[in-house]
Nanobody
């Protein structure tokens, strides 16, 4: 079992920045990959970025060059630094950990980009 708790969402103007955090607890010693997904109304949940224990990262094309994912393995915490935010980045952001065939999700944190 893994529990995930996200924080850091909020309201920001276009062009602004936010930093999301996700702290994992439970079987954290088994976690290899941690990811961030997002879902906006009427759309499917999509992968934003992911990172392995060794620091290999992957990003959605829509956020490359603007978002940076990082990880503190000692704290079992993953971060998402979001810069140059656009209105289309508005969504609920979810932390995800796949482990032993199960996808664990956080409760989600709302990010709203609006003037």
């Amino acid at each position: 079992q893994v529990q995930l708790v996200e924080s850091g969402g909020g309201l920001v103007q276009p062009g602004g920045s936010l930093r999301l955090s996700c702290a994992a607890s439970g079987r954290t010693f088994s976690i290899y990959y941690m990811g961030w997904y997002r879902q906006s109304p009427g759309k499917q949940r999509e992968l934003v970025a992911g990172i392995t224990t060794g620091g290999y990262t992957n990003y959605a094309d829509s956020v490359k060059g603007r978002f940076t994912i990082s990880r503190d393995n000692a704290k079992s915490t993953v971060y998402l630094q979001m810069n140059s935010l656009k209105p289309e980045d508005t969504a609920v952001y979810y932390c995800n950990v796949p482990l032993s065939g199960i996808h664990y999700w956080g409760q989600g944190t709302q990010v709203t980009v609006s003037s």
